[in-house]
């Protein structure tokens, strides 16, 4: 076998048989359910962020839906909400009076 030759594995990157492409190299795709399970959503909410134009982008393949690791990941850090921003936006503010 020659030494660049590719290796089937028994499992996907998830571990579960039959999720990969069969070869190892890595995972740049995410389909609608494995995205769902990693953000424990129903897949029926990425139906509708696709529907109302919200959410994460995705290509369309011959009908199949899939999502780009990188769109994955700068959608997760679009949405980075981060404790130091929020208490340094509240230390600035004059404090309410009740009166």
Do not use: C
């Not at 997760?76 to 509240?90: G, I, W, Y």
């Amino acid at each position: 076998m020659p030494q660049n030759a590719l290796v089937p594995r028994q499992a996907g990157a998830s571990g579960i048989p039959g999720r990969s492409s069969g070869f190892d190299r890595p995972v740049r795709h995410l389909n609608q359910v494995d995205l769902a399970r990693r953000w424990n959503l129903s897949p029926r909410t990425l139906e509708r962020w696709r529907w109302l134009k919200q959410g994460p982008g995705y290509l369309k393949i011959g009908g199949r839906v899939v999502y780009r690791i990188d769109d994955i990941e700068a959608f997760e850090t679009s949405r980075l909400h981060e404790m130091r921003d929020q208490a340094n936006s509240r230390a600035g503010r004059p404090a309410a009076k009740y009166g």
